[in-house]
């Protein structure tokens, strides 16, 4: 009976409580309904036109993250940041280097770096990487990826990459020094590629860079005959670009030089390869040979 008495004790103490013989303005007796909802969670994604000093196209756990200022020190830029969508973002874990998903995500990440810088980016000494979300941001909900942009020694022996001080956006809107010109092609007694230093186009050189070619999903180059296309359309990158037949003419007044994107980069989705033409002999030229036609390109002796 004791017990009895106390419950019911409490439990008239609780209805005077909650109900009382009057209220103060403004409260209307609920404990919950004034609350403001709870915010939607959001997982952290990297913020675009962010300049690091991690390693091109490496994520790093976001307590490690730090954005610096472009105009200090710094390897590489951010130049778009996508998501993952669809069956690609029910993936237990990050894709591997060579996935479909990776291919589709470069290619986004080449057609925005081309707005980014102001041109085709392969035509400047620059290199493009797609960073993804560690394993554990993955788990948590993670699906970005980011597209980052760094400067590079050269493009030609797959230079390291330069410590820039300026942002890339832009950067080849005009004739700067990061966009790829005049050489000095040298070959070694094996007739293969020693070294090509650019130089200025107004001193002697005698080789030029002339274009991309964008191929389509075809496999890399690893035997002779796999190269054949890769030469055939780089040389039609020259024809149009010294403004002369693709012919025999041509042939004779000029080589090429073809290099494709790395066999990682390649497998990654990134299909560019640039095109360059290197005068037959030992002929230089002192100026460029862009719309000379063939009375332009000197003889080779």
């Not at 103060?24 to 997982?43: H, N, Q, Y």
């Not at 300049?51 to 105009?71: E, S």
């Not at 080589?255 to 980069?265: D, H, K, N, R």
Request: with cysteine; hydrophobic share 40%.
């Amino acid at each position: 009976m004791r017990r009895w008495w106390s419950v019911l004790a409490v439990t008239g103490l609780t209805g005077l409580l909650l109900t009382g013989c009057g209220q103060p303005a403004g409260i209307d007796g609920a404990l919950f309904d004034d609350w403001a909802p709870l915010a939607e969670p959001t997982v952290w994604a990297p913020p675009l036109g962010a300049c690091h000093d991690t390693d091109l196209g490496k994520a790093v756990p976001l307590d490690q993250f730090g954005a610096v200022d472009c105009a200090a020190g710094h390897r590489a830029e951010t130049v778009h940041v996508g998501t993952f969508a669809g069956a690609a973002a029910q993936r237990p874990a990050p894709p591997a280097n060579d996935a479909p998903e990776i291919r589709a995500a470069f290619g986004e990440c080449d057609g925005k770096a081309r707005e980014y810088v102001g041109d085709e980016w392969r035509g400047g000494r620059l290199r493009l990487g797609v960073a993804l979300p560690s394993a554990v941001a993955w788990t948590g909900g993670a699906r970005w990826y980011r597209c980052d942009m760094a400067e590079v020694a050269n493009v030609e022996f797959n230079g390291d990459v330069v410590s820039r001080t300026a942002s890339v956006r832009g950067v080849l809107k005009s004739a700067t020094p990061v966009r790829l010109a005049c050489y000095s092609i040298e070959r070694s007694g094996n007739l293969r590629l020693a070294a090509m230093p650019a130089v200025d186009c107004a001193k002697p050189h005698n080789g030029e860079f002339v274009g991309v070619w964008n191929a389509p999903e075809i496999a890399y180059p690893t035997r002779d005959v796999d190269w054949v296309r890769f030469y055939d359309e780089c040389w039609k990158l020259v024809s149009v670009y010294v403004g002369a037949p693709d012919d025999v003419n041509l042939r004779y007044r000029s080589g090429i030089l073809v290099l494709p994107a790395s066999q990682p980069e390649w497998q990654a989705g990134n299909r560019g390869v640039r095109c360059y033409l290197r005068l037959s002999g030992e002929k230089t030229v002192t100026r460029s040979v862009k719309g000379v036609g063939l009375a332009g390109l000197p003889l080779p002796r």
